[in-house]
């Protein structure tokens, strides 16, 4: 019984208003974008202390990798596709960046069952 209370006050303090203000404040003032700014944080600080952001993202097209049996269905086959993912981050202090190189891969399935 005493755990739970425990834990219902925990909750009730993390979740309090006064605290999610608190903690946006604060996550706020270490990086400060500007207002009208259109990026999204990616998180990673840059060497020179500013915080890198997601600029753009650009895919190629699907490609038909390989042919597996499928794995939802008695019958039939998944095809397998891949594509590349180009991610450009830009640092919002020095405006340095970096491109991310992706593969991402798909399952189509194309089973069935009779």
Not at 70 to 75: A, E, G, K, N, R
Not at 76 to 99: E, F, H, L
Request: with cysteine.
């Amino acid at each position: 019984m005493k755990k739970l209370i425990q834990v219902l006050l925990f909750s009730a303090v993390m979740f309090s208003p006064s605290f999610l203000n608190h903690a946006a404040v604060n996550a706020e003032e270490r990086h400060s974008v500007p207002e009208n700014s259109s990026m999204v944080s990616y998180g990673k600080l840059c060497n020179c202390g500013g915080v890198n952001y997601l600029l753009s993202t650009s895919y190629g097209e699907w490609v038909n990798a390989s042919e597996e049996k499928c794995t939802s269905h008695t019958y039939g086959t998944d095809i397998i596709q891949t594509r590349s993912a180009a991610k450009t981050y830009r640092c919002s202090s020095c405006s340095k960046g970096y491109v991310e190189h992706l593969m991402e891969t798909k399952r189509v399935c194309h089973g069935y069952d009779y």
